[in-house]
């Protein structure tokens, strides 16, 4: 599942998870921040520790909650001060065939093989995760100071949450992905 949330210029606007549990529900900060504009963000779950099975468990999102902090007089929903958000389907997820780039938080789809490509971040932080079609954790795949330039690994079929601002994602061709030994 993956979220869309868009703010006015005089708002910020925090996206959580919430887990729904018998007793209440749990809130799980951190899915999205904005200061203002766009962002998209994969809804997919938190791990926490089971007593009964001894170990660490994905639990997924039951609901998502929107925070924000308004720097204006307007919290209706409406700009500039307030937010909206509602969920994509699949199609309109930015694919990524060859190169896609943006200026905000993103989700792309990539429905190939394993490949290397070539990540840009242009200014601030900025961080690469990814979703595989049968995974329910996010994985980290790059993260960091801007401006960086190198390769990462995308593991297969998924989607990729990019979250920074000037950035890009280049497949490298077959021919010139890198060979594991």
């Known amino acids: 599942m993956v979220v869309e949330v868009r703010c006015g210029f005089m708002a910020s606007v925090f996206v959580d998870g919430l887990i729904d549990t018998p007793e209440r529900l749990e809130s799980r900060p951190g899915i999205g921040d904005i200061g203002s ?11 926490r520790y089971d007593p009964d099975q001894d170990k660490e468990v994905h ?4 609901h998502v909650q929107v925070r924000s902090r308004i720097y ?4 209706s929903g409406s700009f500039p001060g307030g937010w909206k958000a ?5 199609e309109e997820i930015p694919e990524l065939l060859s ?3 943006g200026g905000e938080d993103e989700v792309i789809r990539y429905q190939g093989p394993p490949i290397d490509a070539v990540l840009n971040f242009g200014i601030h932080y900025g961080s690469l995760e990814f979703l595989g079609s049968d995974d329910v954790k996010i994985d980290a795949l790059w993260s960091g100071s801007a401006p960086f330039r190198g ?3 995308i593991p297969g079929p998924g989607l990729l949450q990019v979250r920074g601002h000037d950035w890009s994602v280049t497949l490298k061709p077959a021919n010139q992905a890198r060979v594991r030994s």
């Open 72 to 75: 204006g007089s307007d919290s």
């Open 59 to 62: 639990v997924p999102y039951t």
């Open 86 to 90: 509602r969920f994509l389907q699949v």
């Open 151 to 153: 390769t990462v690994r």
């Open 99 to 101: 190169s896609v780039s």
């Open 37 to 47: 504009g766009s962002g998209r963000y994969i809804v997919a779950g938190d791990t």
